[in-house]
């Protein structure tokens, strides 16, 4: 290498860097799961079809409906509704109805 030449490589054997490295940046929003994919399906006023949700997930048709049931209605006790319209299922979470108050327990 002639004197006129840079050196990539100084003496100290670490390599100069001719730009500033820039720092890691964050998203700024969080990557949606799945399951909260599915969720926004569900909250939809007209719901979803069990395809829109294999679509959004990748998951196969058995496996939507076991998270429907799984999931959403056993875990997280929400109130998941369906209706067949045309010959395609449709399904929702609605509101449930207010709970009755219980009845006290007489004799204890």
């Known amino acids: 290498m002639t004197p ?3 050196n990539p490589i100084p ?3 670490k390599p100069t860097v ?3 490295v820039k720092p890691a940046t964050r998203p700024a929003t969080k990557a ?3 399951q909260e994919k599915v969720l926004a399906l569900l909250n939809s006023p007209a719901g979803t079809t069990l395809k829109a949700i ?10 939507a ?4 049931a799984g999931v959403v209605r056993k875990k997280l006790k929400l109130n ?3 209706k067949v319209e045309k010959d395609v299922r449709a399904y929702r979470i609605t509101r449930r109805a207010p709970a009755k108050p219980r009845a006290a327990a007489k004799g204890r």
């Not at 409906?65 to 429907?68: A, D, H, I, K, Y």
């Open 18 to 20: 001719s730009q500033p």
């Open 65 to 68: 409906r076991g998270f429907l």
């Open 4 to 6: 006129n030449e840079s």
């Open 11 to 13: 003496a100290t054997g």
């Open 80 to 82: 998941l509704t369906s």
């Open 32 to 34: 949606q799961t799945k």
């Open 54 to 63: 294999v679509k959004a997930t990748g998951w196969q048709p058995h496996s």
